[in-house]
T-cell receptor, first 119, second 111 residues
Framework: GAVVSQHPSWVICKSGTSVKIECRSL??????MFWYRQFPKQSLMLMAT?????????EQGVEKDKFLINHASLTLSTLTVTSAHPEDSSFYIC???????????????FGEGSWLTVV | SQQGEEDPQALSIQEGENATMNCSYK?????LQWYRQNSGRGLVHLIL?????REKHSGRLRVTLDTSKKSSSLLITASRAADTASYFC???????????FGKGTRLSVIA
């Protein structure tokens, strides 16, 4: 299957600082990527849809000024957690759409996830 | 986007047994995808079944889809301890909509 790479795998940062997480599609172009967060023993929560060359679409309750998403190229989307606080500590996962010849075959692949700990 | 609901929420079996997980959804779909998540890791894509397909196989995995009942099942045959993970289904209604996840099925395979 297609490969989606996230970096870093884990990061520790101090309260008040910003941290950037990268999501790359390694062997395909992705016009659309999605960002999720996951708390321990809970399901994935969709944060936003990232579209190449345009503004991200955020889910209700997700602060767009706190979670900055940039999708500047067809292979890279970034999530920046600004002014991080301990409650932002979580597992962040990105995913990317592999477009098939027929839309019913569009497949979504996920990155390995990034653990963020804010101290 | 619509969310799939997995059942059971937890399943514990002995190594070598088969594991069956079910998924229900509410509106018509283009396809349905199954994923596995090991603890603290990303999601691994297992299989995609289109709305016009009824059954699909991949190794020890067998997925069925019944669009009339709006349900799907994932069967893992001859389970191994390494199959221990959470399994999620993801129904999709259109091309580029995001996947929305339910709570998944936590499978424990005991050696």
């Amino acid at each position: 299957g297609a490969v989606v790479s996230q970096h870093p795998s884990w990061v520790i940062c101090k309260s008040g600082t910003s941290v950037k997480i990268e999501c790359r599609s390694l062997d395909f172009q992705a016009t659309t990527m999605f960002w999720y967060r996951q708390f321990p023993k809970q399901s994935l929560m969709l944060m936003a849809t990232s579209n190449e060359g345009s503004k991200a679409t955020y889910e209700q309750g997700v602060e767009k000024d706190k979670f900055l998403i940039n999708h500047a190229s067809l292979t890279l989307s970034t999530l920046t957690v600004t002014s991080a606080h301990p409650e932002d500590s979580s597992f962040y996962i990105c995913s990317a759409v592999v477009t098939a010849k027929d839309l019913s075959g569009n497949t979504i692949y996920f990155g390995e996830g990034s653990w963020l700990t804010v101290v | 986007s619509q969310q799939g609901e997995e059942d059971p929420q937890a399943l514990s079996i002995q190594e070598g047994e088969n594991a069956t997980m079910n998924c229900s959804y509410k509106t018509s779909i283009n396809n349905l995808q199954w994923y596995r998540q090991n603890s603290g890791r990303g999601l691994v894509h297992l299989i995609l079944i289109r709305s016009n397909e009824r059954e699909k196989h991949s190794g020890r995995l067998r997925v069925t889809l019944d669009t009339s009942k709006k349900s799907s099942s994932l069967l893992i045959t001859a389970s191994r301890a390494a199959d221990t993970a959470s399994y999620f289904c993801a129904p999709r209604s259109s091309g580029n909509t995001p996947l929305v996840f339910g709570k998944g099925t936590r499978l424990s395979v005991i050696a």
